[in-house]
């Protein structure tokens, strides 16, 4: 019996290590055909916390109402692929990039009633591939898809792994805070959501982030 047993826990680890190096393969696989990421250059790093640098770049974004930041990517990320996909002057396809960006609107007014108790509104944003610029970047036909040149800045970062929750979101923005605050920056707009992978990656290589701009002098 205590063989049998011995026996039985072997078979499982194997056949775990064996479906987790499958899904290794397949994420290795896959990400050689993922398309172009956001570039940056890092500045300080410390455990899961960076200080980076981005370069002006491009984005498509549009403004939902939601309770949660999962709903609300859910909600904007059907708008923008409408847009990549052919929604646009052109009906020209525009490749997926990463990560796809969400952040709660404070500072915007909402001037149509809340119906849902709760509900908030946010902007869900793609970023557009880097070979775009605002002249040769196609129309959007959906008049709630916005293109927006963002400038060069600053930005402290926090990474959290795993599944994508609303808990881990919202204690992820509170130590980000604490994070800027203690090192004396001054943030300058709202906290940004960052999530940088397809549904199909396993949850233990999902790669999440909270981002926010800061003042550097």
Known sequence: MFFVLIFSTLFVCISLLLIMSNL?????????????????????????????????????????RSTSYQKAIYKGFNILAGYIF???????????????????????????????????????????????????????????????????????????????????VRKAKKLLGIRVEKEGYQSKDEIVVARYNPPWVPWFLARNEVLVEIETC
């Open 24 to 64: 290794c393969c397949t994420f290795n696989q896959k990400r050689k055909h993922m398309t172009e990421a956001l570039n940056y250059s890092v500045i300080k790093r410390q455990n899961n916390y960076e200080l980076r640098e981005y370069p002006a770049h491009l984005k498509a974004q549009v403004a939902v």
């Open 86 to 168: 052919g929604g646009n002057r052109s009906s020209k396809k525009i490749d997926m990039t990463s990560p796809v960006q969400v952040s709660e609107l404070t500072k915007i007014a909402m001037t149509k009633p809340v119906i849902v108790s709760g509900e908030g509104l946010f902007s869900v944003a793609f970023i557009m591939p880097s070979e775009y610029t605002l002249d040769s970047l196609p129309e959007p036909t959906n008049p709630d898809v916005r293109i927006i040149r963002v400038e060069s800045r600053t930005m402290a970062a926090l990474r959290f792994h795993g599944y994508f929750s609303e808990r881990k």
